[in-house]
């Protein structure tokens, strides 16, 4: 079986060599779709004065639970200082605790995801970059050249790569890190069988790859499953940071961000597996522009995607799919909140969703909460309204 490496997700602002524009199925609905978004609050869940917070996961526990898993304590979207954090809320989203560190490694600790197994573990996911100490990072931030020159080549073979930790009491305690194949901001999910699986970016025989990581032990040890092909007319080098749901008839459906040259052409791609996961579609293209996606199953049956968009006007999408991800309802894309942007740029989003018992949603994202800050963790607590429901 060939061992796959890391490979880190572009920082934001990079946008690499150009591709053609894509085609879509014409199968997109024409018509206004049954139901709209009802943002019952918006609100800041955690600000690190003067610090940069980053990438998102919110999880419901079997307790209720909600707990959110991000990076933070950062200069920027890249520097060296980045940690894993966790926050908690025991009263449904209304109240949220202090964030506590989990993972400080000499690395920049970045792209944090969270789930709760069938057996009760918490499994935490993230992934250490070395992209601060390229030259002009260090030759702008001294403190950033000192740091570096202190980490050397086996320090950084020892923790470079993508990880998990496990938790068996609930976050208390958290056993050592465990090294993984692949990287995506949001981590594995769990199948219904037990089985953890994780879709994610990594490199095998120094090619990049769409890579299935499985794990059959609750997460302490994972082995390669299978590849995903992207599309005949789409180039590898443009995938980044899927996510997957396991759908209630067992299929999968897996979801990547695309990102060519061509702004335009940033729609998600998508690929399936009716086999568990062990073979999987041709990636291709949806009818969503934006990036990354997020995939969740509601109450009713549909599947929601949510995501971040990074254009006018900037903020956080949520499209909804009422067949099992065969025809989304771009028609009825969902405004979750409108951004704020950072002086010259657009550095926000990752957007992800939990469903609460009530049937509301939670989306939480990174954003500027006031004009000149740094993006803390922020939220938006909404629900579906159905044509004819009570407003």
Same mark, same amino acid.
Request: glycine share 10%; net charge neutral; charged share 20%.
């Given at each position: 079986?060939?061992? *796959?490496? /890391?490979? $880190?997700?572009?920082?934001?602002?990079?946008?690499?060599? =150009?591709?053609?524009?894509?085609?879509?199925? %014409?199968?997109?609905?024409?018509?206004?779709?049954?139901?709209?978004?009802?943002?019952?609050?918006?609100?800041?869940?955690?600000?690190?004065?003067?610090?940069?917070?980053?990438?998102?996961?919110?999880?419901?526990?079997?307790?209720?639970?909600?707990v959110i898993a991000f990076s933070g304590e950062r200069d920027e979207h890249v520097c060296p200082w980045g940690v894993t954090q966790l926050v908690w809320s025991d009263d449904d989203g209304l109240t949220w605790s202090q964030p506590i560190t989990v993972n400080n490694t000499p690395l920049d600790?970045?792209?944090?995801?969270?789930?709760?197994?069938?057996?009760?573990?918490l499994i935490?996911?993230?992934?250490?970059?070395?992209?601060?100490?390229?030259?002009?990072? *260090?030759? /702008?931030? $001294?403190?950033?050249?000192?740091?570096?020159?202190?980490? =050397?080549?086996?320090?950084?073979?020892?923790? %470079?790569?993508?990880?998990?930790?496990?938790?068996?009491?609930?976050?208390?305690?958290?056993g050592?890190?465990?090294r993984v194949h692949v990287s995506a901001p949001h981590g594995p999910i769990q199948l219904r069988d037990g089985r953890l699986l994780y879709v994610g970016i990594g490199e095998a025989d120094s090619q990049k790859v769409i890579g299935?990581?499985?794990?059959?032990?609750?997460g302490r040890t994972w082995r390669l499953l299978a590849t995903i092909k992207p599309a005949p007319e789409d180039t590898i080098d443009y995938y980044w940071e899927p996510h997957v749901a396991e759908l209630p008839s067992g299929k999968l459906v897996a979801m990547f961000r695309y990102q060519p040259k061509r702004r335009e052409d940033c729609h998600l791609r998508q690929?399936?597996?009716?086999?568990?996961?062990?073979?999987?579609?041709?990636?291709?293209?949806?009818?969503?522009?934006?990036?990354?996606?997020?995939?969740?199953?509601?109450?009713?049956?549909?599947?929601?995607?949510?995501?971040?968009?990074?254009?006018?006007?900037?903020?956080?999408?949520a499209c909804v799919s009422r067949n099992g991800g065969v025809t989304w309802d771009v028609n009825g894309e969902m405004p979750l909140s409108e951004a704020i942007l950072e002086k010259g740029g657009g550095d926000m989003g990752y957007p992800s969703s939990v469903q609460l018992p009530d049937g509301t949603i939670w989306t939480v994202y990174y954003e500027v909460h006031k004009p000149g800050e740094k993006p803390s963790l922020m939220g938006t607590h909404w629900r579906l309204v159905l044509s004819g429901e009570a407003r």
């Amino acid at each position: 079986m060939t061992v *796959l490496k /890391n490979y $880190p997700p572009l920082a934001a602002s990079v946008l690499v060599a =150009g591709l053609l524009s894509v085609a879509f199925p %014409l199968h997109t609905v024409a018509q206004d779709p049954p139901y709209r978004a009802e943002i019952l609050e918006r609100k800041l869940i955690c600000k690190e004065p003067g610090r940069y917070i980053g990438w998102p996961t919110i999880a419901r526990l079997r307790s209720g639970r909600l707990v959110i898993a991000f990076s933070g304590e950062r200069d920027e979207h890249v520097c060296p200082w980045g940690v894993t954090q966790l926050v908690w809320s025991d009263d449904d989203g209304l109240t949220w605790s202090q964030p506590i560190t989990v993972n400080n490694t000499p690395l920049d600790d970045r792209d944090a995801g969270i789930i709760e197994t069938q057996r009760g573990t918490l499994i935490l996911s993230w992934f250490t970059s070395l992209a601060f100490a390229d030259s002009a990072g *260090l030759a /702008n931030h $001294p403190s950033w050249r000192r740091h570096f020159s202190k980490i =050397g080549p086996e320090t950084q073979r020892t923790w %470079l790569g993508s990880w998990i930790r496990r938790s068996e009491d609930g976050g208390a305690t958290w056993g050592p890190p465990i090294r993984v194949h692949v990287s995506a901001p949001h981590g594995p999910i769990q199948l219904r069988d037990g089985r953890l699986l994780y879709v994610g970016i990594g490199e095998a025989d120094s090619q990049k790859v769409i890579g299935v990581d499985v794990s059959q032990d609750d997460g302490r040890t994972w082995r390669l499953l299978a590849t995903i092909k992207p599309a005949p007319e789409d180039t590898i080098d443009y995938y980044w940071e899927p996510h997957v749901a396991e759908l209630p008839s067992g299929k999968l459906v897996a979801m990547f961000r695309y990102q060519p040259k061509r702004r335009e052409d940033c729609h998600l791609r998508q690929a399936e597996s009716t086999d568990g996961g062990k073979t999987w579609t041709v990636a291709h293209a949806t009818p969503i522009w934006g990036y990354p996606p997020h995939l969740l199953n509601l109450q009713n049956g549909w599947l929601l995607v949510s995501y971040g968009r990074r254009k006018e006007p900037y903020g956080e999408r949520a499209c909804v799919s009422r067949n099992g991800g065969v025809t989304w309802d771009v028609n009825g894309e969902m405004p979750l909140s409108e951004a704020i942007l950072e002086k010259g740029g657009g550095d926000m989003g990752y957007p992800s969703s939990v469903q609460l018992p009530d049937g509301t949603i939670w989306t939480v994202y990174y954003e500027v909460h006031k004009p000149g800050e740094k993006p803390s963790l922020m939220g938006t607590h909404w629900r579906l309204v159905l044509s004819g429901e009570a407003r």
